[in-house]
């Protein structure tokens, strides 16, 4: 082998010696990577993140089982498709869908998918590239997500405030179809299905956003039933979602206070407005959302 192959197989993080071996033919999946990785360094840098194609390689880990092969004629065609699009409006923002050949190119089979752009748009809901673990091996496949209803299943998440909080990791096979149960509606996702959220004085076991209670409440663990969120100036414990919005709970003086605005000194995201404390210490805007998944935004 060359020394310019093994550096390149040294390059792709993970994948040569865990998938590939270094063969030859093993070589050219992981150009494959390196070049569909660097289609996408320009949009990364232009949103401010790293350009260095890591989380992109370790997306195709993830999407790739042990026994993957590449396919030459997949990737290529992939790759040209790719090329021609990049320059396009959208491109960065994941508005042009890849081809499927970008997904097939190491054996994917229908429905396969490396990032959300790989799914074709379903006729109800949103399309999304989902992880699970099947056999010992993550797998990554095509879902539709749609609003459920009471009693709706599989549910994979709940949405409140027009946050998606998924559910959790999926063992077992991906299934093709997915509910999201709705706090607007009075639904929470379980785990396995969409079921009511609790009101005041029932019995709860979580707190947060995707908690069993419905809004405006949260979980009293010295009850472990729903109650009213405390309004400013009330004595806390330091609970989940204790205070109202708009407050946290003080830890030096333990009542609900005000939460602070950018700038102000902080050393928790709840102390601020923005839900973000940064390294600096001090309340900030929210990090801004990548221009596209595989740039790790």
Do not use: W
């Amino acid at each position: 082998m060359s020394r310019g192959s093994s550096l390149l197989c040294a390059a792709v993080v993970g994948i040569s010696a865990a998938t590939f071996g270094c063969k030859s033919d093993e070589d050219a999946g992981a150009a494959f990577i390196r070049r569909y990785c660097e289609l996408y360094q320009p949009c990364c840098v232009a949103a401010g993140l790293p350009g260095d194609g890591k989380v992109c390689r370790d997306l195709f880990v993830g999407a790739m089982s042990k026994q993957s092969k590449y396919n030459a004629t997949a990737g290529e065609s992939c790759l040209s498709t790719l090329m021609s699009v990049s320059s396009q409006p959208g491109f960065c923002e994941g508005d042009i869908v890849p081809p499927a050949t970008c997904a097939q190119a190491f054996g994917g089979v229908v429905g396969a998918c490396i990032q959300d752009a790989d799914c074709p748009a379903p006729s109800a809901g949103d399309a999304r590239c989902v992880s699970g673990f099947a056999n010992g091996m993550q797998v990554r496949k095509c879902q539709t997500q749609t609003r459920g209803t009471a009693g709706g299943a599989p549910c994979v998440g709940t949405v409140r405030s027009g946050v998606i909080l998924y559910s959790g990791t999926i063992t077992g096979d991906v299934p093709d179809m997915g509910f999201l149960c709705y706090a607007d509606d009075g639904l929470h996702c379980d785990g396995t299905m969409c079921v009511a959220l609790m009101a005041t004085g029932e019995a709860c076991a979580l707190s947060g956003p995707a908690g069993d209670c419905v809004d405006g409440n949260f979980c009293d663990v010295t009850t472990g039933t729903c109650a009213a969120r405390k309004p400013i100036g009330a004595a806390c414990i330091d609970q989940a979602d204790e205070c109202a919005d708009g407050s946290y709970c003080d830890a030096g003086g333990m009542t609900c206070v005000a939460q602070l605005d950018i700038g102000a000194a902080c050393t928790d995201n709840g102390q601020c407005v923005t839900e973000t404390c940064s390294d600096a210490g001090t309340c900030a805007a929210p990090p801004v959302v990548g221009a596209n998944p595989v740039c790790g935004g």
